[in-house]
């Protein structure tokens, strides 16, 4: 058997793996057990910014394996105190939680905003306001989040007192708060569900609702955030601060790490043995996590995003005009989406056998989201493929 084989044979189901086995990495590029090259413009889903190998990236965390990888939560650690500093300063807010993962960090903000609602009401009957097509993760709790019943439904009884609004639509987020509403969840742009960014208007209009009816606004940028849009946290873009980030992805560029981080009103709200985590924040992660900040301050590595987005974001809408399957173009900085009036999944396919790394997001949505690392010469390649690709689609 290959090793596609045995993985079939070893795994459980639960993704539509590809046929195609990763062995290594190298700048902007994966390679297969056979030795095909593949650009990646995918990133592993939002995660890999700095693509592969890059030396500060790699050296740090050598260094960390041979100094301390886990100790327990009882005690500080040197890294892990400068990296929550550094995780405090760019998102602007008081508290850090560490976790493992996107759909952790999650977790933690649904509890950090019940805890204070329960605090000021002392009772435990929160409601909790997501949006339809959102994503924010695959536990019993952050599933029921997720404004999308087909993640749901062989799952239940989930979690009780959520309700979905529609994203960019004020007026039904104001049908659904009563007196109970405790949080609003919302992805800046929101990524499984198809690219979409949330309206400039419709962000402030959030925040306003949030203090007018002390509820915690909690923003979800485990795929959009860490500077995936070209500033630091999405929100800079709209101007605001949230009650609660969640973080994840990019935050590790690697490694599995994610983060609750809370302003000072809801961080205090967390006492001892309210949550926990044993692998959550260990030296080892925040080494990466701190590195990934040094990288991003003192390499100039917003600035580069900010320039490559631009110069891809003008290729693809030369796409949208060229092509007729493609209807649209959706998103911000390199975090992008082309809206297909079919199904997007023949294209990706090809683009893979094509040696391009890309994924959808929904049914008719190629999402891109390359490393920050990629140049104009990667952009070229990608779009020449798309292209010809596209010939073959009417």
Do not use: W
């Amino acid at each position: 058997m290959n090793e596609y084989q045995r993985g079939e044979e070893a795994f459980l189901k639960a993704y539509g793996r590809y046929d195609t086995v990763i062995e290594k990495g190298e700048g902007v590029y994966l390679y297969d057990t056979n030795g095909h090259q593949y650009l990646d413009f995918y990133s592993g889903i939002g995660v890999n910014s700095f693509g592969y190998g890059y030396k500060p990236y790699v050296e740090n965390l050598k260094k960390q394996l041979e100094t301390l990888t886990h100790v327990s939560n009882y005690f500080y650690t040197p890294v892990s105190v400068e990296a929550a500093e550094a995780v405090k300063k760019a998102t602007q807010l008081e508290g850090v939680f560490f976790c493992n993962s996107g759909a952790e960090a999650t977790e933690g903000a649904l509890k950090l905003a019940r805890k204070y609602y329960y605090m000021k009401n002392k009772t435990a009957d929160s409601e909790i306001i997501s949006f339809h097509h959102s994503f924010h993760g695959r536990t019993t709790g952050s599933v029921k989040l997720t404004g999308n019943p087909h993640y749901q439904e062989a799952f239940g009884p989930l979690i009780s007192g959520v309700r979905y609004a529609t994203l960019n639509d004020i007026e039904s987020v104001k049908a659904l708060i009563n007196d109970k509403t405790a949080a609003i969840i919302v992805e800046p742009v929101q990524g499984e569900g198809g690219v979409y960014p949330c309206e400039q208007s419709f962000l402030k209009e959030l925040r306003q609702l949030c203090d007018q009816h002390d509820i915690c606004l909690i923003l979800d940028e485990v795929q959009c955030g860490m500077g995936r849009t070209g500033t630091i946290m999405t929100y800079f873009q709209y101007d605001i601060l949230p009650d609660i980030v969640c973080l994840a992805k990019g935050i590790g560029a690697g490694v599995p790490v994610g983060a609750f981080v809370a302003n000072k009103k809801y961080a205090e709200a967390m006492q001892p043995g309210d949550h926990g985590s044993t692998y959550g924040g260990n030296p080892f992660v925040c080494a990466a996590v701190k590195t990934v900040f040094e990288i991003i301050n003192n390499e100039n590595m917003l600035e580069h995003v900010r320039d490559i987005s631009q110069y891809l974001i003008c290729q693809l809408d030369q796409v949208v005009e060229e092509f007729d399957i493609v209807e649209s173009r959706r998103g911000l900085g390199l975090m992008q989406g082309l809206v297909l009036n079919q199904d997007a999944k023949p294209i990706v396919k090809r683009l893979l056998e094509d040696g391009v790394i890309v994924i959808t997001a929904g049914v008719n949505v190629i999402r891109m989201l390359p490393p920050f690392i990629i140049e104009k010469q990667h952009v070229d390649e990608y779009i020449g493929k798309l292209k010809n690709i596209l010939k073959d689609f009417k």
